[in-house]
């Protein structure tokens, strides 16, 4: 079946149905011990076929045809599985080499629409505030239902600073939100690193590339090599929607000495495998918080599961997006390929989190918190008339400390922080 594309060329229809039934007899011929060969559904095909080349209003060419009933057949399957032409091969090729064209959004499907898994960082999407949970319903003004995901991931696509409109549902917004976005080539740094204060260090991932593994283990040493030996580290994977399976093991080896990190089972054997930590942890112990959201999927739900099941971090966050199956991805002949999903992966406990996702061991929302001057709620001691001073204290100002600069930035890693420093005394 691979080879028929490119015998279409030349052939009429007549000819293709003839070689076609030629082929399930020959099949049925050889294959008498066989009763799973699908004849009476492979005959609709030819006759279906047939009828759309007979009847349909317009000439409609072989090759378009044959290709769209791949498509239609793969997109059936479920939300990750597709056909990919050569051009969309190549761009996803270039996609986990960190350097790519196009909006920097991570996308699915649900119920005919085009859901945001999650905007990549420093991306045309992430600058205009798309969300993750986020519908695409409309690309520059034609609507997305009927589309498989890989023609609407073409329609987002196009040249280096040409503009599209996307028209987007929310939960929570009144009514559909258009949004414009330049296009721009997506170069992905997939690990940022900084110092949060004194010893505790930050580390964000946007997606895992081939490099991301040995990407960490630069950043922790340059940390490190800033500040010392870090006293604990926060891993932000909030709005990561996942990438390469091998980087994903990677970064969890990093934290761990010993113990599965993951399994893959599927039906064939080539599908099932298990992967397993070496020895040395990069924090050599010290405390570990991994923060995440509903943005969270696939890979970074591989770090976060086996992280949490050997009791190494604490998971701070939401729940996770809940993508819990592994693509392969197998070429053709044609420089074409297949996007297929080939097994489910499952945490060292045994855990599938297909549909359901890391639960957090500390759930914190999304918050914004900013700072309340004067707020007549709020009384202490020093604020009560004749109180009595603490021993040394000359007086002054009983107004309140201001909320810290990284809590009215991103309160979610404040929060991180913060509990890195117990987890610390505590360790201490």
């Not at 196009?158 to 976005?181: F, H, K, M």
């Not at 809940?322 to 992966?345: C, M």
């Not at 945490?347 to 999304?366: C, F, K, M, Y």
Request: zero cysteines.
């Amino acid at each position: 079946m691979m080879r028929i594309p490119g015998l279409l060329q030349g052939l009429t229809a007549g000819v293709l149905i003839a070689l076609l039934l030629a082929n399930i007899q020959t099949v049925t011929a050889q294959s008498t011990a066989r009763d799973d060969l699908p004849l009476e559904e492979l005959q609709r095909f030819t006759e279906v076929y047939e009828r759309i080349q007979r009847d349909y209003v317009e000439s409609v060419d072989d090759e378009r045809l044959i290709q769209n009933a791949i498509r239609g057949m793969l997109s059936g399957l479920d939300p990750h599985s597709a056909y990919l032409d050569e051009s969309a091969y190549q761009r996803l090729q270039e996609g986990t080499r960190g350097e790519f064209g196009g909006l920097g959004l991570e996308v699915g499907t649900e119920d005919g629409l085009i859901k945001v898994i999650a905007p990549i960082d420093g991306t045309p999407a992430e600058d205009a505030d798309i969300r993750p949970g986020d519908l695409i319903m409309r690309i520059d003004g034609q609507p997305v239902k009927g589309l498989d995901l890989q023609a609407a991931v073409e329609r987002m696509r196009g040249e280096t600073g040409t503009s599209v409109t996307l028209g987007i549902l929310r939960d929570g917004a009144d009514g559909p939100i258009e949004v414009t976005l330049e296009r721009a080539v997506i170069q992905v740094d997939s690990v940022r690193a900084r110092v949060l204060e004194d010893r505790f260090g930050y580390l964000r991932i946007s997606q895992f590339q081939a490099r991301t593994g040995e990407d960490v283990l630069e950043a922790v040493d340059q940390l490190t090599h800033e500040v010392g030996p870090l006293d604990g580290l926060v891993l932000d994977l909030r709005n990561n929607p996942g990438g390469v399976l091998d980087a994903a093991v990677a970064v969890t080896d990093a934290f761990l000495s010993r113990g599965q990190v993951v399994s893959t089972s599927g039906r064939i054997e080539r599908s099932r495998d298990a992967f397993t930590a070496t020895p040395n942890d990069t924090l050599n112990g010290a405390p570990l918080v991994v923060l995440v959201n509903a943005g969270s999927a696939s890979a970074a739900e591989i770090v976060a599961g086996a992280l949490q099941d050997h009791q190494r971090a604490v998971i701070m966050g939401e729940p996770t997006f809940g993508k819990g199956s592994v693509q392969t991805i197998l070429p053709l002949r044609n420089g074409d390929a297949v996007k297929l999903t080939t097994a489910r992966y499952y945490t060292p406990s045994g855990r599938s989190i297909q549909a359901e996702g890391i639960q957090p061991d500390v759930e914190v929302t999304n918050l914004r918190v900013s700072d309340v001057e004067g707020d007549p709620a709020r009384l202490r001691e020093s604020d009560l008339p004749r109180h009595l001073r603490a021993d040394g204290d000359a007086g002054g100002s009983s107004a309140d400390a201001p909320a810290s600069a990284l809590a009215t930035e991103d309160y979610a890693l404040a929060e991180a922080l913060n509990l890195l420093k117990g987890l610390t005394i505590l360790g201490n």
